[in-house]
């Protein structure tokens, strides 16, 4: 995932604003400084109170993917991996260790360093995979952060299209106010609505699809740690984890 889907749903949102325009509409009428901190404020806070402050950060991170993802290339992973074996056979454990601790990726750092200290196959397989499972359960709670945002906002959405009708009614004596009055009140209810569903659900979901990819990559990592672990050459390597998709 790229900008482009930051670009999709900026095109989506325009597409919107453009047809209440060919409707006749004028765009001024849809700003409301009170109904988006009502809405997005409101929306924002009541999701952040359900989280501890150490998320904070690993979801700002999550959304800097939006702006800038991150790479994962199964090429890069075979070639780090060759390295490691040849590492490991012609020059035996200390040799990985210098390569393990010259890796920048935590994940694979790890299962050589267990390599290199001899672990047998089934604590190497135990190790990574309960590596990768805390992962994929970090991902899943941060995943959930987003999504409560987008079940809050029509919410709030409603909320700030009661309020505002509440202030219309105390103001009925006045029946030529009545009907702008009653469409600022909506307003509210269209940015709770179109917050939810043309931003924070698609771009929770193209989030969803890359933490996916990277989870198939931890998973053809582990795969070829433990390959390094039988001693398989980096051919058969390949073709073992050809299969993968990322």
């Known amino acids: ?3 482009r889907a930051l670009l999709l749903v900026a095109l989506a949102v325009g597409a919107v604003g453009t047809g209440f325009v060919l409707e006749g509409g004028n765009l001024a009428a849809l700003w ?13 806070l009541a999701t952040l109170v359900q989280i501890p402050a150490a998320q904070y950060r690993p979801l700002l991170g999550l959304l800097s993917w939006l702006l800038s993802p991150p790479y994962f290339s199964l090429d890069v992973l075979l070639g780090k991996l060759t390295v490691s074996g040849n590492a490991l056979r012609r020059d035996g454990p200390q040799a990985l260790e210098k390569v393990a601790t010259a890796e920048t990726d935590p994940v694979l ?3 050589l360093l267990l390599l290199a200290d001899g672990s047998d196959t089934k604590a190497l397989e135990k190790a990574l995979w309960l590596e990768l499972k805390s992962q994929q359960q ?6 959930s952060i987003l999504d409560n945002l987008a079940g809050y906002l029509p919410t709030m959405g409603i909320v700030g299209a009661v309020l505002g009708l509440m202030q219309v009614l105390a103001d009925i004596k006045q029946p030529e106010a009545l009907a702008a009055g009653i469409a600022t009140a909506f307003v509210a209810t269209l940015y709770g609505v179109a917050g939810a569903n043309l931003m924070v659900i698609p771009l929770t979901s193209a989030l969803r699809q890359q933490l996916a990819i990277r989870q198939r990559y931890y998973e053809a990592m582990m795969l070829g740690v433990m390959a390094l672990r039988e001693g398989i050459n980096p051919m058969a390597l390949r073709h073992r984890l050809q299969g993968v998709v990322l």
């Open 138 to 143: 970090r991902d899943e709670d941060l995943l």
């Open 109 to 111: 750092r790890k299962g």
């Open 1 to 3: 995932m790229n900008r």
């Open 32 to 44: 409301n400084p009170a109904a988006l901190l009502i809405v997005f404020g409101g929306s924002l």
